[in-house]
Nanobody, 116 residues
């Protein structure tokens, strides 16, 4: 599975960005696509994920501010990020995972920078 991420950038605190991740295949109910993020010196943390069936999961730190969704074909996943704050600054990585096999694929990171 190939993943192509896009949509990062620089935004002021309180602003919004939307990340996109296009996969080379649609995700099924046994697949999860989503986003992790990482800042220097810290472990990569889960931001949000969505299954092919539409079940979503969010980190507590982004609940109510971020929304993950997929297109009708479920081969592109979006992360709408609202009310951004400087703590959201990180490199965001798109991932694809099979819940059956554990197989994972990662896209290239996209930088999100939130200025105060």
């Amino acid at each position: 599975v190939q993943l192509q991420a896009s949509g990062g950038g620089l935004v002021q605190a309180g602003g919004s960005l939307r990340l996109s991740c296009a996969a080379s295949r649609s995700i099924l109910r046994t697949h999860i696509m989503g986003w992790y993020r990482q800042t220097p010196g810290k472990q990569r943390e889960l931001v949000a994920g969505i299954t092919g069936g539409g079940t979503t999961d969010y980190a507590d730190s982004v609940k109510g501010r971020f929304t993950i969704s997929g297109d009708n074909a479920m081969n592109t996943v979006y992360l709408q990020m609202n009310s951004l704050n400087p703590e959201d600054t990180a490199v965001y990585y798109c991932y694809w995972r099979s819940t059956l096999s554990g197989l994972e694929y990662w896209g290239q990171g996209t930088q999100v920078t939130v200025s105060s």
